[in-house]
Nanobody, 122 residues
């Protein structure tokens, strides 16, 4: 089992920044690919970003590319999502997740956090 806890969400004006953190406990964090997903009201959960076990590879959804940066610190068992130039359409609950696969598919992630709300006002 891997327990994941997100933090860092909040209310921010358009154009602002937030940094989300996801702390992991349980099985070895450094064995897992980590991903970020989000779900807006009335919409399906969508992929945001993923980072490989070592952190050497990252991949982003087109909607956030150039604005969001995913990183990880395996010594601290934590993955981050730096979000810049935020837009109202970024408003959603953001989830971190752990997978054995380097993938964008939510179904391939075995462990999920409880989510943190990000609200971007116009």
């Amino acid at each position: 089992q891997v327990q994941l806890v997100e933090s860092g969400g909040g209310l921010v004006q358009a154009g602002g920044s937030l940094r989300l953190s996801c702390a992991a406990a349980g099985r070895t964090f450094s064995n897992y690919v980590m991903g970020w997903f989000r779900q807006a009201p009335g919409k399906e959960r969508e992929f945001v970003a993923t980072i490989s076990v070592s952190g050497s590879r990252t991949y982003y959804a087109d909607s956030v590319k150039g604005r969001f940066t995913v990183s990880r610190d395996n010594a601290k068992n934590t993955v981050y999502l730096q979000m810049n130039s935020l837009k109202p359409e970024d408003t959603a609950v953001y989830y971190c997740a752990a997978s054995a696969l380097y993938t964008t598919m939510a179904r391939d992630y075995n462990y999920w956090g409880q989510g943190t709300q990000v609200t971007v006002s116009s």
